[in-house]
């Protein structure tokens, strides 16, 4: 089954404003990651955040890790259409058997011009 | 430095034949993933392999295999193709290094995407 869950499903915003994605999971994770996805082609890392951290930066995305709750969040400060694209949360649980990341189902955000 | 490639990129067999993907990656990467990518299942976790070793297997029958070879290049192959097969099938790889900076970030082909008739 999988472990990460974001929501929402879709987003659509207006360019210049912010996106937050949210992502929840259900085990133990070493870190989590966010992806980010155009149609129909491969993922790109965007950021990863350790378990022991609460929130990094980077440019315009921030992430919030909270894991008691098991949960983070994602957010795209002013946006623009070329951020247009799937983006998808990854945990990889703890093993001592290699990698193993499970990715959520994913948000599709549509920034409009 | 070089991305990782997969070929083919698009691929239609019909519901019986084989397939072998093939995936090249970065320089130095010696771990090699493989997830399929459907629209109703989203991303899967195929298998894993570093050092030529398979270290991890999704929940998929064992008509989906693959190996890897000296060099780090991965094959997967699917036996006895089946309708619900066709999805974009991608490759990622990463350094895997323990406690290196970004040891276990992937990074993706554009995938191959396979259609079963």
Known sequence: ?113 | KAGVTQTPRYLIKTRGQQVTLSCSPISGHRSVSWYQQTPGQGLQFLFEYFSETQRNKGNFPGRFSGRQFSNSRSEMNVSTLELGDSALYLCASSPNLQGAEGANVLTFGAGSRLTVL
């Open chain 1, 1 to 113: 089954s999988q472990q990460g869950e974001e929501d929402p499903q879709a987003l659509s915003i207006q360019e210049g404003e912010n996106a937050t994605m949210n992502c929840s999971y259900k085990t133990s994770i070493n870190n989590l990651q966010w992806y980010r996805q155009n149609s129909g082609r491969g993922l790109v890392h965007l950021i990863l955040i350790r378990s022991n951290e609460r929130e990094k930066h980077s440019g315009r995305l921030r992430v919030t890790l909270d894991t008691s709750k098991k949960s983070s969040s994602l957010l795209i400060t002013a946006s623009r259409a070329a951020d247009t694209a799937s983006y998808f949360c990854a945990t990889d649980a703890l093993s001592n058997y290699g990698q193993n990341f499970v990715f959520g189902p994913g948000t599709r955000l549509s920034v409009l011009p």
